[in-house]
Protein backbone atom coordinates (compact mmCIF):
# COMPACT_ATOMS: atom_id res chain seq x y z
CA UNK A 1 0.00 0.00 0.00
CA UNK A 2 1.22 3.70 -0.85
CA UNK A 3 1.14 6.28 1.62
CA UNK A 4 1.68 9.74 1.24
CA UNK A 5 3.95 11.33 4.26
CA UNK A 6 2.88 15.34 3.70
CA UNK A 7 5.78 17.33 5.90
CA UNK A 8 4.57 20.41 7.24
CA UNK A 9 5.87 23.35 9.23
CA UNK A 10 5.94 27.28 10.39
CA UNK A 11 8.24 28.43 7.95
CA UNK A 12 9.02 31.46 10.60
CA UNK A 13 9.89 28.50 12.79
CA UNK A 14 12.23 26.95 9.68
CA UNK A 15 13.71 30.24 8.88
CA UNK A 16 14.44 31.23 12.61
CA UNK A 17 16.75 27.57 13.07
CA UNK A 18 20.63 28.28 13.03
CA UNK A 19 21.96 27.58 9.92
CA UNK A 20 23.92 24.29 11.06
CA UNK A 21 20.74 22.99 11.95
CA UNK A 22 18.92 23.22 9.21
CA UNK A 23 21.55 21.97 7.29
CA UNK A 24 21.82 19.10 9.63
CA UNK A 25 18.05 18.75 9.76
CA UNK A 26 18.64 18.01 5.79
CA UNK A 27 21.36 15.32 6.03
CA UNK A 28 18.79 13.67 8.06
CA UNK A 29 16.77 13.76 5.00
CA UNK A 30 19.00 12.41 2.70
CA UNK A 31 20.11 9.86 5.05
CA UNK A 32 16.66 8.55 5.51
CA UNK A 33 15.23 8.58 1.78
CA UNK A 34 18.68 6.94 0.63
CA UNK A 35 17.89 4.27 3.54
CA UNK A 36 14.33 4.02 2.45
CA UNK A 37 15.49 3.43 -1.42
CA UNK A 38 17.33 0.80 -0.33
CA UNK A 39 14.75 -0.86 1.31
CA UNK A 40 12.41 -0.95 -1.81
CA UNK A 41 9.75 1.20 0.55
CA UNK A 42 10.43 4.89 -1.10
CA UNK A 43 8.75 5.16 -4.13
CA UNK A 44 8.67 9.12 -4.48
CA UNK A 45 9.29 12.77 -3.14
CA UNK A 46 10.09 16.06 -2.88
CA UNK A 47 11.13 19.11 -1.01
CA UNK A 48 8.85 21.87 -2.17
CA UNK A 49 9.93 25.92 -3.00
CA UNK A 50 8.44 28.34 -0.75
CA UNK A 51 5.13 28.67 -0.30
CA UNK A 52 5.26 32.73 -1.53
CA UNK A 53 6.01 30.93 -5.17
CA UNK A 54 3.01 29.25 -4.85
CA UNK A 55 -0.30 30.30 -7.44
CA UNK A 56 -3.45 29.13 -5.97
CA UNK A 57 -6.18 28.61 -8.96
CA UNK A 58 -10.07 29.18 -7.90
CA UNK A 59 -13.22 29.29 -9.90
CA UNK A 60 -15.44 32.22 -9.92
CA UNK A 61 -18.33 32.81 -11.92
CA UNK A 62 -17.07 29.67 -14.07
CA UNK A 63 -14.24 31.36 -14.55
CA UNK A 64 -10.73 30.76 -13.35
CA UNK A 65 -9.23 33.41 -11.02
CA UNK A 66 -4.95 33.23 -10.20
CA UNK A 67 -3.91 34.42 -6.67
CA UNK A 68 -0.25 34.55 -6.01
CA UNK A 69 0.50 32.51 -2.71
CA UNK A 70 -0.87 29.48 -1.09
CA UNK A 71 -4.70 28.52 -0.63
CA UNK A 72 -4.43 28.48 3.06
CA UNK A 73 -3.85 31.92 4.83
CA UNK A 74 -2.18 29.59 7.72
CA UNK A 75 1.03 29.46 9.57
CA UNK A 76 2.09 25.94 9.08
CA UNK A 77 2.99 25.53 5.13
CA UNK A 78 3.27 21.96 3.39
CA UNK A 79 7.34 22.44 2.98
CA UNK A 80 7.72 18.68 0.98
CA UNK A 81 5.99 15.11 0.30
CA UNK A 82 7.57 11.53 0.62
CA UNK A 83 5.20 8.42 -0.71
CA UNK A 84 6.32 5.28 0.74
CA UNK A 85 5.37 1.16 -0.02
CA UNK A 86 4.66 0.22 3.21
CA UNK A 87 2.28 -3.36 4.12
CA UNK A 88 0.14 -1.25 6.36
CA UNK A 89 -0.64 2.40 8.09
CA UNK A 90 1.68 1.14 11.38
CA UNK A 91 4.63 0.98 9.04
CA UNK A 92 3.80 4.14 7.20
CA UNK A 93 3.80 5.63 11.00
CA UNK A 94 7.14 4.29 11.90
CA UNK A 95 8.65 5.72 8.86
CA UNK A 96 6.59 9.42 9.70
CA UNK A 97 8.06 9.33 13.09
CA UNK A 98 11.73 9.54 11.40
CA UNK A 99 11.05 12.34 9.50
CA UNK A 100 13.56 15.34 10.77
CA UNK A 101 11.64 18.16 11.04
CA UNK A 102 9.44 16.63 13.45
CA UNK A 103 12.04 17.56 16.61
CA UNK A 104 12.16 21.58 15.43
CA UNK A 105 8.83 21.88 15.26
CA UNK A 106 6.82 20.14 12.02
CA UNK A 107 4.05 17.74 11.42
CA UNK A 108 3.32 15.02 9.40
CA UNK A 109 0.38 13.77 7.86
CA UNK A 110 0.33 10.12 6.52
CA UNK A 111 -2.88 9.51 4.30
CA UNK A 112 -3.01 5.95 2.32
CA UNK A 113 -3.12 6.69 -1.12
CA UNK A 114 -6.42 5.47 -3.73
CA UNK A 115 -5.49 3.80 -7.01
CA UNK A 116 -3.25 6.51 -9.20
CA UNK A 117 -4.63 8.54 -12.07
CA UNK A 118 -3.54 8.11 -15.20
CA UNK A 119 -3.33 10.32 -18.03
CA UNK A 120 -3.26 8.63 -21.18
CA UNK A 121 -2.89 10.87 -24.46
CA UNK A 122 -5.14 10.83 -27.18
CA UNK A 123 -5.77 12.41 -30.72
CA UNK A 124 -7.91 15.14 -29.18
CA UNK A 125 -5.77 16.27 -25.67
CA UNK A 126 -5.77 13.73 -22.56
CA UNK A 127 -8.23 11.30 -20.98
CA UNK A 128 -7.71 10.48 -17.40
CA UNK A 129 -8.57 7.23 -16.02
CA UNK A 130 -8.32 5.37 -12.89
CA UNK A 131 -5.76 2.67 -12.73
CA UNK A 132 -5.83 -0.61 -11.74
CA UNK A 133 -5.55 -1.01 -8.07
CA UNK A 134 -2.65 -2.86 -7.79
CA UNK A 135 1.18 -2.60 -6.74
CA UNK A 136 2.98 -1.36 -9.23
CA UNK A 137 7.18 -1.33 -9.05
CA UNK A 138 8.41 2.26 -9.73
CA UNK A 139 11.87 1.30 -10.36
CA UNK A 140 11.33 -0.70 -13.25
CA UNK A 141 9.57 -0.20 -16.58
CA UNK A 142 6.21 -1.74 -16.72
CA UNK A 143 5.61 -4.58 -19.46
CA UNK A 144 2.31 -3.20 -20.32
CA UNK A 145 3.89 -0.08 -22.26
Known amino acids: ????????????????????????????????VDELVGQGS???????QDSATATTVR???????????????TKEQLGGFHVVDCPDLDAALAIARRIPTLPVGGT???RPLT?????????AG?????AAA?????????EDA
Open 59 to 73: SAGGRPVFTDGPFAE
Open 126 to 130: MSIGV
Open 115 to 123: APLLAHATG
Open 1 to 32: MHYMLMCCIDGRDWDALPDARRDAVMRDYHAL
Open 42 to 48: YVTGARL
Open 108 to 110: IEV
Open 134 to 142: RPVDVNRAT
